[in-house]
């Protein structure tokens, strides 16, 4: 009996260096520049824009699905308000790029649930300071948006 050829290709084994928990251990994007939901929606529909007029769109399921999902979860929908925000997460050198991303697409109300969904805020920041910097956020949202 003959032996059939693989159809797939062997999927790599995860290296087990990635982890956001209390640790942050983020491997080799540690210290990348990340983006909130809310920049990310910022950036492609700028790009989108820029090339419709170039004429040169090519609208793909995968994108067409990612900006739907950015319309609808992106918290800040105003460009100043995502400037804004971006200003406030950047002026706490204690905190991660990842965890500011973090910080600025869940829009948490209180700093417990920060600390619960961010584990690694833990020990980074105090609750009172975590808190004003969740109402300066909160404060940007408009609901109306």
Known sequence: MAQTAPTSRTR??????????VDLKLGEFQNVPTL???EARLLINAVMDHRKSQRKVEETETLIKTQDYLDVFARFKQKENIE????MLASHDELELFERSQLGSLCCESSEEAKTLIPSL???????????????ITKLRNFVE
């Open 122 to 136: 833990m020990n980074k920041i105090g609750d009172n300071d975590l808190q004003e910097l969740l109402d300066e």
């Open 84 to 87: 804004a925000v971006e200003r």
């Open 12 to 21: 790599e084994q995860p290296t087990g260096d990635e982890e956001a928990t």
């Open 36 to 38: 909130t939901l809310s």
